[in-house]
């Protein structure tokens, strides 16, 4: 395996790798850069991982609460999302993926949500997902 490009600057060859989830950094900038964003070591698994702008995000567990359980997607709703050859496309996006990777990583996940509905291509992907999993009448 030969040289690595540093993941956070995507700029300079890798010198080291984050001891936790192993992505390649080249400096100490680029590694505080990373840490800004906790990460996990990875998980020796099989499965597709997607990249967000710093690397690949892996899975981590996370205890929800939810108050109206109405408002939790059924399986065929989330099949229906994950099936849309449209929304697939949309999220081909680089600025969508990053901003669903702002709201997924924050400590304050619904001010990061009202901030991303300000932008057009964010409301016009929620409406798809919304059109999706409503009922058609």
Known sequence: MGPRKCQVCDEAQSKYKCPTCLIPYCSVVCFKKHKEVPCVKPESSSEAK???P???I???E???HVDEPSVVLQQLQLESIA???EIRDALKDKELQKL???IDCS???ENELNK???VEAFRMFSDKILSTISPQQ
């Open 50 to 52: 997607l990249t967000s």
């Open 54 to 56: 710093s690397g690949p």
């Open 58 to 60: 892996l899975h981590v």
């Open 62 to 64: 996370r205890s929800y």
């Open 83 to 85: 099936s849309s050859s």
């Open 100 to 102: 669903i990777y702002s």
């Open 107 to 109: 400590a304050d996940a």
């Open 116 to 118: 991303a509905m300000e």
